[in-house]
């Protein structure tokens, strides 16, 4: 086997890519012997009472000790080459790349969790917390919460199933780990085995099954092991790994069918680190209407008007505050009045504001002719104006073996089978949805009307 580096870290708390390394403690252990080492380390940020409380290592403490920096190069040469073991691995070793990294080193090693270990060794125990093998090893504790102390207990450990466990059944156990990637210790590694290497959705829950996540991926099993791969350096992905507790999938056809069933899935769970594509009852675009002196500007809600079926629409936006940020911006793209746009009020055959600074070409006075205006507000417009579902009724978009049915750009569900077709399409509610809309106005050519050949 390879050399090892038993490693514990004291942190000012448990976020690798905000929080600092208060202490390091190492054991090397190899053909040569045993040799240990450890140091305090300035945080160069104070170290909140709680951490202070719990470990012992006080502001005061680490005042005169070597900054990280300091010590980098030499910690680095000591873990090199060597199988980096750690009671819940992931956080130090996670800790110390993101260190590694601020010093412009490329840090990575094969990693062993004792935790893990320990419960492929003993599946009989429900408990392994470095306090329960204290108790079950009888180790021989000298300090808790410093770094040396408990890299002393995690060798100890070693030493102890070295002497009790059979060779053969370590050295499995070790291989086995070692082969595995790195998921956090809490998660049931048969969910991670039974994920598939295919196009579909993932969903993560929490403690008493709370939605956290859903994600959508070509290659749900790849897409899966990335979060748990990047939470090392992400405080975002750490704070997700560490609550997820339950891991489900839905296999899908292709990507399509993966992106429509993850925004479908997002309205109607409302996972807690899902943002962008959570419902929106505000959603809202530019309507422009005929009126006699000419081109009228109003802000539309989806909740009173068919998107689907109006054609002078443009852009979907969450709010009308957002609408009329964008449509200020086209007007001054184009030298629009805001007053005849309806983004100024003024009297009728007074100058807008904008004349007044020469950006509008005078439509408010009648210098410009309502047409000339109304050309340039089409214009600017242009590239937001939303399609009208473009059949008379359902429609469907075959992909791998499923059947997507759609209907005013709303996603009714999957299907194999006509029949089951019909059923979706009587028991659901085609509502416009403006992340379906997104996705299959850009594979419009591949809809086709239901009934077609």
């Known amino acids: 086997m390879q050399p090892l580096a038993f490693v514990d870290l004291e942190t000012t708390g448990a976020t690798a890519s905000q929080d600092r390394i208060t202490e390091i403690g190492i054991i090397l252990v190899d053909e040569h012997g045993v040799e240990e080492w450890s140091s305090l380390v300035n945080p160069e940020t104070r170290i909140s009472g709680f951490i202070e409380n719990l470990t012992g290592i006080s502001n005061d403490m680490v005042a005169d000790a070597p900054r990280f920096c300091d010590v980098a190069s030499r910690v680095y040469k000591m873990l090199q080459g060597r199988i980096f073991v750690a009671h819940n691995a992931r956080f130090d070793y996670g800790f110390l790349k993101q260190s590694f990294l601020r010093e412009g080193i490329d840090f990575s090693a094969k990693t062993l969790c004792t935790v893990k270990l320990s419960r492929r060794l003993n599946p009989g125990h429900p408990k392994h917390n470095l306090d329960t093998l204290i108790e079950r090893h009888g180790l021989k504790v ?27 059944t370590i050295q499995s156990a070790v291989k086995a780990l070692l082969s595995r990637p790195s998921t956090p210790t809490h998660i049931d590694l048969t969910m991670i085995d039974g994920l598939p290497e295919a196009p579909g959705v993932y969903l993560f829950y929490g403690e008493n099954d709370l939605p956290l996540y859903v994600g959508k991926s070509v290659n749900i099993r790849q897409r899966v092991m990335s979060h748990f791969t990047a939470d090392v350096t992400s405080a975002k992905e750490m704070s997700l790994s560490q609550q997820v507790r339950r891991i489900e999938h839905i296999k899908t056809g292709g990507e399509i069918g993966a992106l429509l069933k993850e925004a479908a899935l997002v309205k109607k769970l409302q996972p807690t680190h899902n943002r962008q594509l959570r419902r929106n009852n505000d959603l809202c675009a530019i309507q ?6 000419g081109l009228r500007v109003e802000v539309a809600y989806a909740r009173d008007l068919d998107f689907a079926t109006t054609s002078n629409l443009f852009g979907l936006f969450k709010s009308k505050r957002e609408a009329l940020k964008v449509l200020t911006e086209i007007a001054e793209e184009h030298s629009l009045c805001k007053a005849v746009i309806g983004l100024e009020k003024v009297k009728s055959g ?104």
């Open 288 to 293: 422009l209407n005929d009126h006699p002196d």
């Open 350 to 453: 007074s100058p807008c504001f904008g004349r007044q600074l020469k950006r509008c070409k005078g439509a408010c006075v009648s210098e410009e002719s309502r047409l000339s205006h109304d050309v340039r507000l089409m214009a600017g417009l242009a590239k937001l104006k939303i399609k009208t579902w473009p059949f008379d009724g359902p429609a469907y978009l075959k992909e791998g073996d499923d059947v997507l049915v759609i209907n005013n750009w709303a996603y009714l569900g999957n299907t194999r089978s006509e029949d089951e077709t019909w059923e979706i399409i009587d028991g659901r509610n085609a509502r416009f949805d403006k992340d379906t809309y997104k996705i299959l106005s850009a594979v419009i050519g591949r809809l086709q009307a239901l009934g077609s050949s």
């Open 142 to 168: 000298s300090g808790r919460h410093r770094a040396l102390a408990d890299a002393q207990l995690i060798h100890q450990f070693w030493e102890k199933i070295q002497a009790t466990i059979p060779q053969e």
